[in-house]
């Protein structure tokens, strides 16, 4: 990011300069996009090189505001980085001097050198400049996105086959965009990435190599600004964490675009590109987006990563380095929890063999809290560590080497774990048994717990919030869960403020329908969703462990509910007027009304490959004939995904503490008791609606 020269004293207008800094970077970087700019002004400039303070003129363009028209012009210096970038708006006039770095792209140091207007017209208007130049298309892509919208009604309509299989290169105006999200995070008092970029984000995945471009020449700029690398180290986890949600749905080029990024890190790390530290966070962000990363990258990258010492010490000496290592964290961390945050962290470089090896010398260790970490280990996702946890453990179940606390930890993962791993599991807690060793009690949890949950979104996923704020401190947690997946994430503070935390909430509600739910439900979601990771030979994350002895969850259990018959009880539990043939057609009739009003559904719909590949064959224009056909081909096969995910809507309703909410469950019952059971789907409003969104999805995007 641009540095001012003199730093302006006044809060109001340190901000517009920034604003203007950030104004003129995009503007230069979008005249340089193509290398042979830079040739060619470098010649124009020495054919005609000006004098004193003079200066030659490079571009001229026009942006049409609400206000009028302003012009936008960039000028060279005499000198060949030197230049000058003048706004002139209806509402102010404004000048910005600097030196550009090529390389870089930034223009530091920089300077306002006029200023004209009033300051909140300027703010405003700056503003809308940016807003300007990063957001429209240029002519050529509004063509093709006016192109792909146009409906032909002739023989001659592209059939949807006919669209990219997968996004295109990033431009000129992308990397723009990449480069202004940066510098807002840089610039917020709370770095965050506002709701806006975080969309254009996930409708973006190609931009995945220029963020990791843009944070490689951030990390080893010659003046690094902080607040500007944790800006696209933000950046970099989301955009990993979108396209690995392509990569769940099916998609080749989301494989071959994460796999990429992995090879980049291979060869930046052999390389010796960017700083260890950093290049250890890139590899951190592939865990935090949980990117699956095969034993043989993740070996790849461990022999990139580590670096003989100064001694010239080889390769093989990694093991000696990672017990150094754990001998210097014992000293740092104050849970056993801490232990596995940070070992997570380097999760993608160490290989599967290195974190059995872990698990042993964790067990091994003279340090009590390395000692309590061993258990989390059992909820690694591989099932060789597992079982090396397990055989840790047994190893040194006795009273003086295992603790009351790890034998509790590790008897509530027994049901957490597929049942293959179990068996080893089971003998290290017999032997610890009959040892002697006592079984830890389970910590109480706040009495003055709140339960909020979102609604299902139309990837499966659901958030569940907890939260206790009697205090003026309190905790503040999160799970979220995947319909057919499991638990996928946890977070938790413990050190919230009690107005942050009804802040917080208060934003969770207008982000997306969330409402306060009774503790049972969240009971029966978790176990929920414990069971269908045992059915998938997975584990959670080892931060739900910490959250159950928060929270009081010493009976989760793998309970994954049966469909059917829950549907078949909730049904069975309506009114018999309900339960009618009219009855049904007027819940059907009545909840297709709300739910289409609602944002929450408008998200349903089925994406992904092999919904293309069902209507390659059919025109764009014949959207009756791709919705009937979603409706009896594509969706019948995803039926009992469905039936789950408006039985557990079903649930969420019903346990709201709104009694409006509550008594909209039925009609969520009366939908999932007609996908669990034999019901035509043509039958169910709702699932044609969700034929019809598929089909809107399907002709907005190709990939």
Known sequence: MAKPTTPATDPIRAEIDESLFLLAEMLLSDFFFDEDKEQEYKLKLSKNRPTGSGSVLLDESTI????????????????????????????????????????????????????????????IGVEMLIQEIEGPLDDEEFAGFMESLEEDDDDESPLIGDDPTEPPDATSIDRNRVKAIAKRIARAREPDINDEDRSWLEQTPQVLPVITDQLVAAVGAPKRDEKLVLGYQMMLAL??????????????????????YQQRLIALGKDSAVPQNDWFMMCGALTEARVPVSDIVATALADSGFKPDADGAPPEMMMRTLRGFMD??????????????????????????????????????????????????????????????????????HPDTLSPDTLRRAIALRNWLPPGDRAALDAALRKARVAGTETGAWPAAATDLEFYASTIDGSGAQNVFAASRSGKKGLFAGILVRFGVGVIDTWIDLEVSRGKITKLLKEAQMEAACTRVDRSFVDTLVQHALGTSVARGAVPPAALLELAELLGG??????????ADE???MFEALDPADRSAAGIAAGYARGLEWMTQGDAFSSYFEDGPEVKKALAGLP????????????????????????????????????????????????????AHGLAGDSPMEGIPIMAVIAMQTVQATLAGGW
């Open 64 to 123: 049409d505001t609400d206000e009028g028209e302003a012009t936008l012009r960039i000028e060279a210096l005499r000198n060949w980085t030197q230049f000058r970038v003048v706004i002139q708006h209806p509402d102010f006039d404004a000048t910005v001097e600097g030196t550009w770095s090529f390389e870089n792209e930034t223009l530091e140091p920089a300077k306002v050198t006029a200023l004209k207007g009033d300051l909140e017209d300027v703010e």
């Open 239 to 260: 955009a990993l964490e979108f396209v690995r949600y392509r990569q769940d749905r099916g998609w080749e080029w989301a494989d071959e675009m994460l796999g990429a």
């Open 328 to 397: 210097e964290l014992a000293h740092m961390v104050t849970s056993p929890f801490d232990v596995i945050s940070a070992l997570q962290n380097a999760g993608a470089v160490l290989p599967t063999a290195l974190r059995g090896f872990m698990a042993t010398e964790l067990a091994l260790s003279p340090h009590a809290v390395l000692r309590d970490a061993v258990p989390y280990m059992l909820l690694d996702d591989d099932s060789e560590v597992r079982s090396d946890a397990a055989r840790a453990l047994e190893q040194t179940a």
């Open 554 to 563: 010493s009976e989760w259990k793998d309970r994954r509910l049966d469909i």
């Open 567 to 569: 549907a078949s009880s």
């Open 620 to 671: 764009r224009s014949d959207k009756l004939g791709m919705t009937g056909l979603v409706l009896t081909q594509v969706l019948p096969s995803k039926r009992a995904d469905w039936a789950e995910r408006f039985l557990m809507m079903a649930k969420w309703y019903a346990a709201a503490t709104d009694t409006k909410l509550r008594a909209k469950s039925r009609d969520l019952v009366l939908v």
